[in-house]
């Protein structure tokens, strides 16, 4: 019958110091592969003139931003507002 390994507190250390350091690879890694990604995007975004959401803007306060002036100018077109 073979012989179980008792593993000690140094195995234990060892374990964890390196998995911490595939762990900081892999994060360090994923972030550059996003970051020139999203530099990808950015330079398509102007060179095919695609609007992008910038930061602090959301979908939901662009087309509320659309329908306010659309029934502003609805309403202009009925004759309740003066221009």
Do not use: C
């Amino acid at each position: 019958m073979a012989r179980m390994k008792r593993f000690t507190a140094k195995d234990s250390e060892e374990f964890e110091d390196e998995f911490h350091r595939l762990l900081g690879y892999l994060v360090r890694h994923s972030a550059r592969f996003d970051f020139y990604v999203g530099l990808q995007l950015n330079w398509m975004a102007d060179y095919y003139n695609f609007k992008l959401n910038r930061p602090g803007t959301s979908r939901r306060s662009e087309a509320l931003k659309l329908g306010k002036r659309r029934s502003h100018e609805q309403q202009a077109l009925l004759g309740r507002i003066q221009d």
